[in-house]
């Protein structure tokens, strides 16, 4: 007769990085959409061989800013822009 199987508790390992079509799957997001945001910098990848990954940390974060990080800094550039030129235009009212 066989001994009873002890049942083992397996630990909980969180989840460090996951798959675009993961993370698209997840948010109910098309790959292509995806792709997309990865290829604007929106959401940050890494390479793993052919597979294309998004950390956790990262995931996080694409979902509490959305892919309003690019418009955001290309916004932000903008206004540097600005801020320069009209210093560079005072400087030559004063001379």
Do not use: C, N
Not at 30 to 55: D, N
Not at 68 to 79: A, D, G, V
């Amino acid at each position: 007769m066989r001994k009873p199987r002890s049942k083992r508790i397996k630990p909980h390992i969180p989840r460090l990085a996951w798959s675009l079509e993961e993370v698209a799957k997840a948010l109910g997001l098309s790959l292509g959409f995806m792709r997309k945001e990865a290829w604007k910098g929106a959401i940050l990848t890494t390479q793993m061989g052919r597979r294309t990954m998004v950390t956790d940390a990262e995931l996080h974060r694409y979902l509490h800013e959305g892919s309003r990080k690019t418009e955001l800094s290309e916004l932000e550039k903008e206004r540097i822009t600005l801020e320069e030129t009209m210093s560079d235009l005072k400087k030559l009212d004063e001379h």
